[in-house]
C-alpha cells in the first residue's frame, strides 16, 4: 500500500507537491484521486490547499468540504466530523447560505457520530428540499436515505433501515463509488444479521465488483469486503469458499497492520479455523500461531482475544481453563456495552457453552438461561422453566435461537438424570420457543434461498422436539403433546411452496390499489425470468455471452430492489393484505381431520430426522405417532428399492430369481416398518394420503407388499401389494394436500398436447428428440372422451400452450421431458418450436404460468423427481405445476415406457369420465392394467412410475350451455318480476 501511495503522489502534477493554489486543478486531481480510492494523498493535497493564502470564505469552505469527504470515505469519522464542523463556522461566521451539499455532509456528519440531536434539525430541513421537490437530484435522494440508514436503531429496527438502503440503492447506480459501495455494503450487514445470508452474498459482491471496477487490486476495501464475504460463507459453513476470501485479505492486511492489531489477529485465526475444518491440520497451527503473535495470554480489554483463546482451548479439551477466559470476556463487554447488550448476551452462550463441554449440566442451564435474559428485553425471570414470547422486544433472534436450542437439550439430559416430569416439559416448551423464533426469522423480508438454508440448519432442532413430544406422549397419554409435534413437522416440509400456493389463492384484496398488486406480480414474474435466463446463460461455460449476461444481472438487481421497496411498502401501508400473504400457515389437527379426512381416510405423515424417522397416523378422530428406527438404514432400503424398480435395465425379461426375490423381501420388509403397525389399528378405511420425507418422496408406496410371498413362485401380476387395498394419492405436506383439496379451480374443458419431434432442433441443449410413437393417440383419445380439443403434430408449439393452458379443467401433456438436478430452474418440457419461443418450457417459465386447472398429466418422463432438498421436498416439474395453481397432478417418479404410459393413462382418464375420485381412478387403472397386461408388463416398472399428488377430488367438467340457460332463466325471472311489482303498485288501494 505505501508503494501505491508513493507512486501515485510521485506522478502528481509539478508543483502540486510544492505550494499550489489553483484550486480548480488541485480539485481535478484530488477528485481523479479519490476516484480511484487513493485517499491519503488526496487528503495531502487538500491539507496543502487549506494553508494557501487569499482563499475567499467560499473557497476555504470548499476545502474544508473536500476534506469531510476525503475523510468520509476513508471511514473516518472523527476527522471528517472536524473538517465540516470548520465549513460550518465559516458559513455561520459570515452569514453564508448554506448548500443542500453541505447540509447532507453535517447530517451524514451528525448520523455517523450518533449526535442525533442536531442530525434531527438538519434532516429536518433537508427532507423540505429533497423530498418535497419532485425536480430532486438522484444523487441528493440517495444521500438523504444513506443518512436515514445511518441514524435509524439498526439493532430494533432493522427491516427500517433495510427499507432506507433499498430506497438508495434505486437512485444511486450511476453515481460515485463510495454512495453505491456503502448502500451495499449496509445491505450485506443488514441481510446477515436478519440470517439471510445468500442475499447478504450477493450485495457483498456487488460490493466488490464496484471496487475491482475503479480501486487497485491490494485496496484496503477490497480487503474488507472479502473479509465479509468470507464471514457469510464461514456462517453458512461453506469452509472452502471462506477460505478463499479470507486468503485474499490476508496479504493487503498484513501491508496494513501491525502483526498483533486485532482485526489481523481474528483473520488469521479465522483461516487458521478454515483450514481445520478442511482437515489441513499443518496450515491451521501456522494462522493459530500467528493470530497470537506479541498477545498476552490473558488481554482482558479487548473481549475478542479471550474468546479467540477460549475457543482454542475448548478444542483442546481444557474445558475449565477455556471457561476462565469466557468469563473474561464477557466481563468485558458487560463493562464495555452494558450488562444488557446483545454481544454481552452472546458471550454469556460461550460461557454456557464451556459449561456444557464440562458436564455441568446446571451451570450451563444458568448460564443459557442469563444469556436469554440479556437477549430478551422484556424476560424478567431468570427460572430455567421460563422462556421468552414472540410478543417481546428480542435484540437477536440468531443468538437467542442458539440459547434456546442448547437450553431445550439440557434440559432433556436433566430429565434423563432426575425423571422428573418438570424437566421434560421444560426441554419441550424450550424447543417450542425456538421454533418460534425460527419461524420468526424466516417470515422476515428474506430470500427463499437463506429460507432454505436456515429450514435444512434446524432440521436437528424439530427433530429434538419431536422426540421430546413423544416421550412426554407416551410418559402422560395427552394427545396434545402428539399434536404439538405434528405442527412441528409440518413447520419442516415444503414451507416456501406453501406460502406461494397460499399468495396464488389471493387474487384481489379489499382497497389495495389494482396498480400495486399488478406491480407485485410483474416484478415477481420478471425475478423469476431473469433468474431463470441467468442459470440457462451460465451453463453455456465457454460460450457464456457476457454482456447479456452483464445486462440480465443489473437488471435482475433493480428488479429485486424494487420488489422488496415494494413489499416494504404493501407491508406498512396495507398489512391485512401483507399478512395474508406473505405469513405463513400451516394447518392444525382438527382442521384437518374436519375439513380433509373423510372416515374412510388415513393420512400418513413422515418426518425424517438426522437421527430418526417418526410417522403420524391421522384419522378422522385419531392420531398417534411412531418413532420407525435409523433415517440412514430406512434411506438405504428405500434407495435400493428405488433403484431396483426404476432401472429399465432389470426388467422381467432380464432378471433372475435373485432379483425378484430380493424385491419382494425388500417391499414387504419396508411395508413392515413403515406402515404396517399404523394399518393394523385400523378398519374401513380405503384411501391412503402419504405425506413423505426426505427419500421416500422418491418411493411409490402403491409397490410394497402386504403379505410374505412364496419363494417357489414368480409371479409380478399375484403379489399382494398396497394399491389392492387402498388408493393412494401424495402431498408435500399435509398443509397443501388441504389447500388444494379446498383451492378454487377452472371448470374449463379437457386440452391436449402431444408434439410430434420430427425435424426439431433445440440448439446445444438436445440435437434431435425420438419420436413418441403413441402421443398423438394419448391425447386425441382423452379429447373424444370429455368432448375437449386436443393439438398433436409439428404445430405444438410452446406459444400455445401458454396461450390456452389457463382455462383448461384437464391439462394433458404428453412429451419429451427433460431434469436438471443441479439447475432445477432448467428442468423443461419438450414442445415445438416458434417465432417468438424456442419450445422448451422451462420450471421458470411455468412458474409465471396461471394455470388453475383440476389436474395436470404429465405424461413425460421423470416429472416427479429431481434434486430433493431437505425441508422443501423435491424440486420437480409437478413442483412448479403446484406452483402456478393447479390443484391436482398426475406425474411419473422415472423415464416412462411409451406404449404401457398411453395405455395407463387412458385406463385413467375413462375411469376418471365415470365419476370416480382421482385416486380411486388411477387405482383401478393400475389394478385393471396389472389383470388384462401380459406378464412382462406386470413389472412395477412399468405400472408404479405414476402417482397422483394434491387433491384426490372428482373432475368436475364444465357446462357452458348448462350455465349459459341458468343466467337466462335468471335474466328472465328477474324482468318478470319486475314488472309484476310494478303492476302491483299501480292497483288502487280498497
Known amino acids: 500500500m505505501k508503494r501505491i501511495l508513493i507512486l501515485a503522489i510521485l506522478l502528481l502534477p509539478n508543483g502540486i507537491m510544492g505550494q499550489s493554489c489553483d484550486l480548480n486543478a488541485t480539485f481535478s486531481t484530488i477528485d481523479s484521486l479519490n476516484a480511484k480510492g487513493v485517499f491519503k494523498p488526496a487528503i495531502a493535497l487538500t491539507d496543502k490547499l487549506s494553508e494557501c493564502p487569499n482563499l475567499s470564505n467560499e473557497q476555504q469552505i470548499a476545502v474544508y468540504v473536500k476534506l469531510y469527504k476525503l475523510q468520509r470515505n476513508r471511514l473516518k469519522n472523527q476527522r471528517a466530523q472536524r473538517a465540516i464542523q470548520k465549513a460550518k463556522a465559516l458559513i455561520d461566521k459570515y452569514q453564508i447560505p448554506m448548500s443542500l451539499d453541505i447540509k447532507l455532509c453535517l447530517a451524514e456528519s451528525y448520523a455517523a457520530t450518533r449526535d442525533l440531536s442536531n442530525y434531527k434539525s438538519i434532516i429536518a430541513e433537508i427532507e423540505t428540499e429533497v423530498l418535497n421537490n419532485q425536480n430532486s437530484d438522484s444523487l441528493d435522494l440517495g444521500r438523504y436515505y444513506m443518512c436515514q440508514y445511518r441514524a435509524t436503531d439498526k439493532g430494533s429496527n432493522t427491516h427500517e433501515a433495510i427499507n432506507y438502503l433499498q430506497k438508495a440503492l434505486a437512485v444511486l447506480n450511476d453515481h460515485p463509488t463510495f454512495y453505491k459501495s456503502q448502500t451495499l455494503r449496509g445491505l450485506g450487514n443488514m441481510n446477515r444479521i436478519l440470517g439471510d445470508f445468500d442475499k447478504s452474498v450477493g450485495y457483498y459482491k456487488r460490493e466488490l465488483e464496484l471496487y475491482n471496477k475503479f480501486y487497485d487490486s491490494n485496496h484496503f476495501d477490497v480487503a474488507a469486503t472479502n473479509y465479509n464475504l468470507g464471514n457469510i460463507y464461514y456462517e453458512k459453513l461453506e469452509y472452502q469458499q471462506a477460505l ?20 489481523l489477529r481474528y483473520l488469521n485465526e479465522a483461516i487458521g479455523d478454515m483450514y481445520w475444518e478442511l482437515g489441513d491440520h499443518e496450515n491451521a497451527l501456522i494462522y493459530f500461531d500467528k493470530s497470537t503473535t506479541n498477545e498476552k495470554l490473558v488481554n482482558n480489554d479487548e473481549s475478542q482475544k479471550s474468546i479467540i483463546q477460549g475457543d482454542s482451548l475448548l478444542t483442546k479439551g481444557k474445558y475449565n481453563a477455556a471457561l476462565g477466559y469466557y468469563e473474561d470476556a464477557f466481563k468485558w463487554r458487560e463493562k464495555t456495552f452494558g450488562p444488557e447488550h446483545t454481544l454481552t448476551g452472546a458471550c454469556k452462550n460461550f460461557v454456557a457453552r464451556a459449561k456444557e463441554s464440562s458436564g455441568d449440566i446446571q451451570g450451563a442451564l444458568t448460564n443459557y438461561q442469563a444469556a436469554i435474559d440479556i437477549l430478551v428485553k422484556d424476560m424478567e425471570n431468570t427460572s430455567w422453566y421460563d422462556n421468552p414470547t414472540m410478543d417481546m422486544s428480542i435484540q437477536s433472534n440468531q443468538y437467542l435461537l442458539e440459547s434456546l436450542s442448547a437450553k431445550g437439550q439440557l434440559l432433556k439430559q436433566l430429565y434423563k438424570q432426575s425423571s422428573d416430569l418438570k424437566d421434560l416439559e421444560a426441554s419441550f416448551y424450550t424447543y417450542e420457543a425456538a421454533i418460534n423464533v425460527l419461524e420468526q426469522m424466516k417470515d422476515a423480508q428474506i430470500s427463499e434461498s437463506s429460507r432454505l438454508y436456515w429450514s435444512e440448519r434446524t432440521i436437528a432442532l424439530i427433530e429434538n422436539a419431536i422426540d421430546v413430544a413423544s416421550i412426554l406422549y407416551s410418559t402422560t397419554s395427552n394427545n396434545d403433546y402428539i399434536e404439538s409435534a405434528f405442527d412441528f413437522s409440518e413447520r419442516s416440509k415444503a414451507l416456501l411452496l406453501l406460502t406461494a400456493m397460499q399468495g396464488q389463492s389471493i387474487t384481489g384484496f379489499g382497497n389495495v390499489p389494482n396498480i400495486i398488486l399488478e406491480n407485485e406480480r410483474d416484478l415477481k414474474a420478471n425475478i423469476n425470468e431473469l433468474t431463470g435466463k441467468i442459470e440457462r446463460e451460465e451453463k453455456r ?35 391485512e393484505y401483507y399478512n395474508l400473504k406473505h405469513s405463513l400457515k400451516v394447518v392444525g389437527i382438527k382442521q384437518l381431520q374436519n375439513q380433509l379426512l373423510n372416515d374412510d381416510t388415513i393420512l400418513l405423515s413422515y418426518f425424517s430426522g438426522l437421527e430418526q424417522t417418526y410417522v403420524f397416523a391421522v384419522t378422522r378422530n385419531t392420531i398417534s405417532l411412531r418413532t420407525l428406527g435409523s433415517s440412514e438404514a430406512l434411506s438405504k432400503s428405500a434407495s435400493s428399492l428405488f433403484q431396483h424398480i426404476s432401472n429399465s435395465k432389470q426388467r422381467y425379461s432380464n432378471q433372475t430369481t435373485v432379483d425378484y426375490l430380493n424385491y419382494t423381501r425388500n417391499a414387504h420388509s419396508l411395508y413392515k416398518q413403515l406402515i404396517a403397525p399404523e394399518l393394523s389399528n385400523i378398519e374401513n378405511k380405503t384411501r391412503l394420503i402419504i405425506i413423505p420425507d426426505g427419500i421416500l418422496a422418491y418411493l411409490p408406496f402403491e409397490i410394497l407388499i402386504t403379505k410374505a410371498i412364496n419363494p417357489k413362485e414368480k409371479n409380478y401380476k399375484t403379489l399382494d401389494y398396497l394399491i389392492k387395498n387402498y388408493a393412494i394419492s401424495y402431498s408435500p405436506s399435509a398443509s397443501i394436500s388441504l389447500l388444494s383439496h379446498n383451492s ?77 438436478d443441479e439447475h432445477p430452474l432448467l428442468s423443461k418440457l419438450y414442445l ?10 422451462h420450471t421458470y417459465e411455468i412458474y409465471n404460468m396461471n394455470i388453475p386447472s383440476q389436474l395436470v398429466i404429465l405424461s413425460a418422463c421423470n416429472t416427479a423427481t429431481g434434486k430433493l432438498v431437505r425441508g422443501e421436498g423435491i424440486l420437480s416439474l409437478e413442483r412448479a405445476f403446484q406452483y402456478a395453481g393447479s390443484t391436482s397432478l398426475l406425474s411419473t417418479l422415472w423415464s416412462v415406457d411409451d406404449a404401457t404410459s398411453s395405455q395407463l393413462t387412458q385406463l385413467f382418464l375413462k375411469k376418471l369420465k365415470n365419476g370416480l375420485p382421482k385416486d380411486l381412478a388411477l387405482q383401478e387403472a393400475k389394478l385393471e392394467f396389472l389383470e388384462t397386461t401380459s406378464p412382462e408388463y406386470t413389472d412395477p416398472f412399468y405400472w408404479s412410475s405414476y402417482k397422483l399428488t394434491g387433491s384426490y377430488k372428482s373432475y368436475q367438467a364444465g357446462n357452458t350451455s348448462y350455465l349459459l340457460y341458468i343466467g337466462l332463466s335468471i335474466l328472465i325471472l328477474g324482468v318478470v318480476g319486475f314488472y309484476i311489482f310494478n303492476f302491483l303498485r299501480k292497483k288502487p288501494s280498497l
Open 541 to 575: 461455460c465457454s460460450q457464456v455471452r457476457e454482456k447479456m449476461m452483464t445486462l440480465w444481472k443489473n437488471k435482475l438487481e433493480e428488479s429485486q430492489n424494487a420488489y422488496d421497496i415494494l413489499r416494504n411498502r404493501i407491508k406498512n401501508e396495507h398489512p
Open 832 to 841: 415445438n418450436g416458434s417465432d417468438t419461443n424456442d419450445g422448451m418450457l
Open 244 to 263: 478463499n476470501h479470507y486468503l485474499v485479505t490476508q496479504p493487503i492486511w498484513t501491508k496494513i497492520y501491525k502483526p498483533d492489531a486485532r482485526y
Open 744 to 820: 378454487a379451480v377452472a371448470y374449463g374443458d379437457y386440452k391436449g398436447f402431444a408434439p410430434d419431434y420430427r425435424n426439431s432442433d433445440y440448439g446445444n441443449t438436445r440435437n434431435t428428440l425420438s419420436s413418441l410413437s403413441f402421443n398423438a393417440e394419448e391425447v386425441s383419445y382423452g379429447a373424444n372422451l370429455f368432448s375437449g380439443q386436443s393439438w398433436t403434430g409439428q404445430s405444438v408449439t410452446e406459444t400455445t400452450l401458454k396461450n390456452d393452458a389457463s382455462n383448461a379443467g384437464i391439462l394433458h401433456l404428453a412429451m419429451h421431458g427433460e431434469v436438471e
